[in-house]
């Protein structure tokens, strides 16, 4: 008998909590605490193209953007904006975030990218005015795999993809599949912005799989230098400071980039997928493993 009351006291508490007054409170709540958080830390970039943010001067033309899930604090507190479209679960846990989004200016559809083919995703298709914006190994994982939704949606949108990754010094970090990540307040967060790269629009089931892969590798190494770059504190060539839905004066000033080196492979990689999909970037001459991003050889 105890168990069975055990079990519907659990019941009702469950029933209270998904209750939507409590679920608009709860993403308040978040909001709210996010709001705060953001203004004592401070939160810097480094970019091959700084026109690529979304609040710089020169920034222009439609991308779809990119960071794990576990990061996602970052984006989500800096870059709030009614022209930044959040894709969330359809989960009692994506309906919180959704209003904590809502609350900090974001738009949201509601749907999983998993598959490439949910109601949300095809919002996210028909909103052409918006920036898409995904957590490709979310919502439920496994951790840091890309998954094959964001390389369709960038297809069939006919849009380069981004990626971003996200590093915070020694954040708390909770007990999920994805190790989320929150960062502590009066700590450091960075962030680094790769290039774009607009992916065919007719590509096969073997094309999304290289692009795929190519992003899985690309999006974990942004990610793991941006965390050890806000583990380390160090001063990097380039480094911007990030503020709240505006450029920084720093930025507002730039004439050049002097960007930052990748590794070979993702270079040669990077390279390859460009020369195939006959794209070019905008950015300035940067060093990429040797070469620079039009595939000319560095001096």
Not at 15 to 24: A, F, G, S
Not at 88 to 113: F, M, N, Q
Not at 229 to 240: D, F, N, P, V, Y
Request: proline share 6%; net charge positive; aromatic share 10%.
């Amino acid at each position: 008998m105890a168990e069975g009351e055990s079990d519907s006291v659990k019941a009702d508490r469950t029933v209270k909590l998904r209750h939507p007054l409590v679920t608009r409170a709860l993403g308040f709540s978040v909001g709210v605490a996010a709001r705060l958080l953001r203004w004592t830390i401070d939160w810097r970039a480094i970019y091959l193209d700084p026109a690529l943010d979304t609040v710089h001067p020169h920034f222009c033309g439609r991308y779809v953007f990119a960071c794990w899930h576990e990061s996602m604090i970052m984006p989500v507190v800096l870059r709030a904006d009614a022209r930044m479209l959040a894709l969330a679960s359809r989960h009692h846990d994506g309906e919180i975030l959704t209003h904590a989004l809502r609350h900090l200016g974001w738009s949201v559809a509601r749907g999983s990218s998993a598959r490439g083919g949910s109601s949300g995703l095809l919002q996210m298709l028909r909103a052409d005015e918006r920036f898409p914006n995904l957590t490709p190994d979310g919502p439920r994982g496994p951790r840091r795999r890309f998954s094959p939704g964001a390389i369709y949606l960038a297809a069939r949108l006919e849009l380069p993809l981004v990626c971003v990754g996200y590093g915070y010094r020694r954040p708390w970090r909770l007990n999920s599949w994805d190790r989320f990540a929150i960062p502590r307040p009066f700590s450091r967060g960075r962030a680094v912005f790769g290039p774009a790269l607009r992916v065919p629009a007719d590509l096969d089931r073997d094309g999304i799989e290289r692009y795929r892969a190519y992003f899985e590798r690309h999006l974990t190494w942004l990610t793991e230098a941006a965390q050890s770059w806000a583990e380390s504190g160090e001063t990097r060539a380039g480094e911007l400071r990030m503020f709240t839905g505006r450029a920084s004066p720093e930025m507002q000033r730039l004439q050049g980039v002097e960007g930052y080196e990748w590794p070979a492979e993702l270079g040669r990689a990077w390279n390859e997928l460009a020369a195939a999909a006959k794209t070019t970037t905008d950015t300035a001459t940067v060093t990429v493993a040797g070469t620079t991003t039009d595939g000319q050889e560095a001096a």
